[in-house]
Nanobody, 121 residues
Framework: QVQLIESGGGLVQAGGSLRLSCAASGRAISNYNMGWFRQAPGKEREFVGRLTWSGVRTYYLDSVKGRFTISGDNAKNTVYLQMNSLKPEDTAVYYC??????????????WGQGTQVTVSS
């Protein structure tokens, strides 16, 4: 199995940038699809983006397309979420996940503990 630890969250002003990291241990991330999710207070956890190693493809929530970028570094066994032009509505706890069988949060097998991102207006 794989263990995931997120880092890089914090407080940023609207229009700013953050880069989240998801460091994996136990198995290589190249064995899995890797995903990012977020959950705002009082809301359900939602898909943000996914990295598929086959062909190295990425997929994003419509509202973050053009602003967020997922990338991976196999040598560091780490996946990143670069977030630019942040908006207050991006405020949430961000989670890294690995190994999915479907498109909903319940379809992902491994999760990190989450990192808080707060965007002030």
């Amino acid at each position: 199995q794989v263990q995931l630890i997120e880092s890089g969250g914090g407080l940023v002003q609207a229009g700013g940038s953050l880069r989240l990291s998801c460091a994996a241990s136990g198995r290589a991330i190249s064995n899995y699809n890797m995903g990012w999710f977020r959950q705002a207070p009082g809301k359900e956890r939602e898909f943000v983006g996914r990295l598929t190693w086959s062909g190295v493809r990425t997929y994003y929530l419509d509202s973050v397309k053009g602003r967020f970028t997922i990338s991976g570094d196999n040598a560091k066994n780490t996946v990143y979420l670069q977030m630019n032009s942040l908006k207050p509505e991006d405020t949430a706890v961000y989670y890294c996940a690995a190994d999915n069988t479907g498109s909903t949060p319940g379809d992902w097998r491994y999760w990190g503990q989450g990192t808080q991102v707060t965007v002030s207006s």
